[in-house]
């Protein structure tokens, strides 16, 4: 049996950010990981180029059910900091769109650079966790296929069940019903939503068509690329969207943001009254997509025989499309998991569980998800820093 100052279960980008900051601070520390590797959605990420981080992270950027508790770790270890990080190892990066901040190389030069920072670290790979328990000292015994460990703190950092060939599971919330700690029922967040057989019909030939547009639930919007597909909708604006989604939840679609469709389509008649409306609707939307939205109006004639009453029609199918997805792809293909361990069990300030002292939760097992664009590694370097200083 060894004993360390701190053990961490989930070498991801959470668990190697607290590994480095608690190693930092001259605790003794055993990071166990139950893949092959280190990282693999690091590895994995931006088409393997990793969106660390984004330049415009705040916590208007991620949801939970208590959305001020991502406040306290996000502005004591902000995207500056990693940046700053980033730097210092002479990684070379660039900014895409909305801020977000890609590397110019492999996505391994991340992993490279925080297992740099966590050296010294005991990191056991390939490592299979069979129980954990805490004794009456407040002390903990984790026991796995290569012994017992124990140590006076714990962090769960194992991530939740999305892609699940990434090596991700349900441990972290096992871990949580274990020692009596509420979850916030988890879902696919970031996830392509699927359509019904009969949605899908009206669909069809659209599959690979891609518009920019803004999506809408509720009080909610997001104005990003959208792609048809085979299954329904996908793209970033979906993705954003999904993870607001519900079952039975109606989203509208704007097809053509910005514009007023229906006095374009006026001028148009005005202007053009010989041209059909579809001719018109193709020099804004794809060719197919106009031809398509003009049939199911039946909107396809000349402007001058279309009635203002007809065009309306028209332009509420594109500025103002409803839809209800039956459904998503779910966690096999979703970036991330929504809900996880209920905030109001932990400390804002440590991540430190307060029904179990010396136990802490970071990263995406915990009810914390980010928009899509590198926000999701900003809360889990944020997380696993805020944990670092403590254990």
């Not at 805490?134 to 002390?139: D, K, L, P, R, V």
């Not at 993705?239 to 374009?264: A, K, M, R």
Request: aromatic share 8%.
């Amino acid at each position: 049996m060894s004993h360390f100052d701190v053990i961490i279960i989930g070498a991801g980008a959470a668990g190697l950010m607290c590994a480095a900051e608690a190693h930092r601070r001259g605790r003794r520390v055993l990071l166990l990981e139950q893949s092959e590797e280190v990282g693999r959605k690091i590895f994995i990420s931006g088409g393997g180029r990793c969106n660390f981080t984004n330049l415009y992270a705040s916590p208007e950027n991620f949801l939970s059910a208590n959305p001020r508790f991502c406040i306290s770790a996000l502005s004591r270890y902000t995207q500056h900091d990693f940046i700053a990080l980033v730097d210092k190892y002479e990684i070379e990066w660039h900014e895409r769109d909305h801020g977000q901040l890609f590397c110019l190389g492999p996505a391994r030069q991340i992993i490279v650079m925080l297992l740099e920072e966590a050296k010294g670290t005991d990191i056991q790979t390939a490592i299979t966790v069979e129980k954990i328990a805490q004794e009456t000292t407040g002390a903990f015994t984790v026991d796995t296929d290569r012994g017992q460990f124990t140590s006076e703190a714990l962090v769960i950092a194992t991530g939740g069940p999305s892609i699940p060939k990434m090596g991700s599971s349900t441990f972290g919330y096992q871990m949580a019903k274990q020692f009596g700690l509420n979850l916030i029922e988890p879902r696919p967040g970031l996830v392509p939503l699927t359509f019904d057989a009969e949605t899908l019909a009206r669909l069809e030939g659209l599959s690979g068509i891609s518009v920019y547009a803004t999506v809408t639930l509720g009080k909610t919007s997001f104005t990003e690329a959208l792609l048809f597909t085979h299954h329904g909708l996908s793209g970033p604006v979906i993705l954003q969207i999904s993870s607001y989604w519900h079952p039975g939840d109606t989203i509208t679609v704007n097809l053509l943001p910005g514009i007023d469709l229906f006095d374009h389509l006026k001028e148009a008649k005005q202007n053009e009254p010989k041209k059909d409306g579809v001719t018109i609707l193709a020099t804004l939307l794809p060719n197919r997509l106009a031809q398509r939205m003009t049939s199911w109006t039946e909107s396809n004639g000349r402007l001058a025989e279309t009635s203002d009453k007809v065009l309306q029609r028209l332009v509420d199918h594109i500025n103002r499309w409803q839809v209800t997805p039956d459904g998503s792809q779910g966690l096999r293909t979703a970036e991330v998991t929504v809900g996880g361990v209920d905030t109001n069990e932990l400390s804002s300030q440590t991540m430190e569980t307060r029904k179990v002292p010396g136990l802490y939760f970071i990263g995406e097992c915990v009810d914390v998800t980010g928009h899509l664009g590198g926000f999701n590694f900003q809360w889990a370097w944020a997380s696993g820093h805020a944990a670092g200083q403590v254990v």
